[in-house]
């Protein structure tokens, strides 16, 4: 009988898998993850969709981390495999490969178990045909109905840069055969629009109504399997309103806005656009243009006045928005009594009112104020007329400055608007 062991198809990566593996459970506590509980992965879990934004159930992660024993080692999608190297402060699971290479010799001497004994020659056919049960009985239970994750599709947008508005056309790219129905595959378009299911000849058509650079993700019965990008450019500077409760059009206000040092609407301006003012509405300024400029390492200025208590405002909000190659920079600034509604992002760093302690944001600037955020090697400072009100740190680095948007509820205005890349000096 030959007992020397094979070696599974792709060792490499499953080496480098192990090591991510590692890497991952050092980050969640001291233990290693031989002793690991049920809880464990129940945390890791929570810790890993607040981070990322990738849910992965405990049950999936105990079968990347070889808790589930199964016959035929588990290897995750691309985009699993993007969620845990980013949990660790890589930018995706390419940049992790990189700078963890693993040679063949080096996952063989790794992964070879110790030699098997031999057995007695009179058994040989009572053990083969026991082991061969034992392996390809689980291994077909698990192949019909244990392996739901989808791994040969991936969403493509057609047409992903242009000017707004802008219809955006969807593409699954299969390699091979489909195994699902295309309804079981939805869209998250990434701009507060409702999930896309209905997809025909495997396209779907989006239609995005505002500038900004969104990350549309695909999604297989609610497990996130890939992502996409649409890049929508302004022209200068465009001003739209929208109302809170309608999400089925937006009302552009056509003022320019050049050179001028005092950004601001009135309300015969947003009157004239369509928009009721006697309910809740919002004003966006945005200027959304590719630059040069590092939106890991860049400082902002700015005088802001929030909208006057009115019919539909009451907290007086204003959200700025920096968009990055790869991801974006959001942080609300909301009256001390509404910071249920606020909200951050940096990166991958991602707090809510409703559930976070978000009193650092809570300020009344309807009488005005100087807002400055400086953002230098990944760490992020905000000031709020010269004191320093928050600060934190994120790891994924979002990549060149592509945009800008700041977003009032009500009539807001902003002056001495001022944002520079602190490296290289330049301008936005």
């Not at 219809?167 to 507060?192: C, H, R, V």
């Amino acid at each position: 009988m030959n007992n020397e062991f094979v070696q599974p198809e792709n060792s490499v990566f499953f080496k480098q898998l192990d090591i991510c593996c590692k890497k991952v459970a050092h980050q969640v506590g001291e233990k290693s993850i031989s002793e690991w509980k049920n809880s464990d992965y129940i945390k890791l879990s929570g810790l890993l969709h607040r981070k990322t934004k990738v849910h992965l159930s405990e049950n999936t992660l105990k079968r990347i981390f070889g808790k589930l024993k199964k016959p035929t080692r588990y290897y995750p999608q691309k985009a699993t495999r993007d969620a845990l190297a980013q949990f660790i402060g890589f930018r995706d699971w390419y940049e992790f490969e990189l700078l963890h290479a693993v040679t063949e010799k080096e996952s063989d001497i790794s992964q070879a178990p110790p030699p098997i004994p031999a057995k007695p020659r009179r058994n040989y056919a009572l053990y083969f045909m026991l082991a061969f049960f034992i392996v390809a009985v689980p291994a077909s239970i698990y192949y019909f109905f244990g392996n739901n994750e989808v791994r040969n599709v991936q969403l493509r947008c057609l047409n992903p840069e242009g000017k707004s508005p802008h219809s955006a056309i969807f593409k699954l790219d299969i390699n091979g055969k489909l195994s699902d129905e295309l309804s079981n595959f939805t869209i998250d378009f990434a701009d507060s629009r409702l999930k896309q299911s209905n997809f025909s000849d495997s396209t779907a058509n989006h239609y995005y109504e505002t500038p900004g650079r969104y990350f549309p993700i695909l999604y297989h019965k609610n497990t996130i399997i890939d992502t996409a990008y649409v890049y929508l450019q302004s022209k200068g500077w465009d001003i739209i309103a929208t109302m809170q409760n309608d999400s089925t059009r937006v009302y552009p206000i056509l003022k320019k806005i050049s050179t001028a040092h005092d950004y601001h609407v009135t309300s015969r301006d947003v009157l004239d656009a369509g928009v009721d003012t006697s309910k809740t509405f919002f004003v966006s300024f945005a200027n959304v243009r590719p630059t040069q400029i590092s939106a890991d390492n860049f400082e902002f200025d700015a005088d802001i006045t929030t909208s006057a208590e009115r019919p539909g405002v009451r907290c007086s909000q204003v959200d700025l928005v920096f968009y990055g190659e790869n991801d974006k920079h959001f942080l609300s600034i909301i009256k001390p009594e509404c910071t249920v509604w606020g909200s951050y992002k940096f990166s991958e760093v991602n707090k809510k009112g409703e559930k976070d302690d978000l009193r650092e944001f809570g300020h009344d600037l309807t009488n005005g104020g100087r807002i400055k955020l400086k953002i230098e090697n990944q760490q992020v400072i905000l000031f709020i007329d010269g004191r320093e009100i928050f600060k934190t740190k994120y790891h994924k680095p979002i990549g060149k400055l592509m945009g800008f948007k700041i977003v009032f509820a009500g009539i807001g205005s902003f002056k001495n608007f001022s944002l520079s890349d602190l490296k290289t000096g330049e301008k936005f």
